[in-house]
């Protein structure tokens, strides 16, 4: 079971009190994109085995959405952060590089 810290509120709580939003980091299109870009955006998604950044919701608490950094193989948190950050804090990639050297890093 995943625990996870709300960085909105500060709740420190098993994965049911949250609510998974799928990948993180995604750059959005909409209408008047190009079909290729819009597809993309709408149906392909990385499945990684190993480190990934995804969205959450505090469903039961403040409400809020946040991002969480974890090994999908070992089911590690690596921290969370707010969501209106563009590209995960430097204190998640040092503590993501501290436990797996050989990730390749943030893309």
């Known amino acids: 079971m995943l625990i996870l810290t709300c960085p909105c509120c500060g709740v420190t709580a098993e994965e049911t009190e949250f609510s998974p939003g799928g990948e993180a980091h995604l750059k959005r299109y909409g209408p008047g994109s190009p079909d290729r870009d819009y597809e993309s955006y709408m149906f392909n998604r990385k499945n990684p085995r190993g ?44 503590a993501i590089k501290a436990r797996r050297p050989e990730w390749e890093g943030f893309a």
């Open 51 to 94: 480190v990934h950044f995804e969205r959450w919701r505090h469903t039961y608490g403040c409400g809020k959405w946040f991002l969480a950094a974890r090994c999908t193989i070992t089911l590690e948190v690596f921290g969370t952060y707010r969501a209106q950050t563009t590209e995960p804090p430097a204190d998640i990639i040092a």
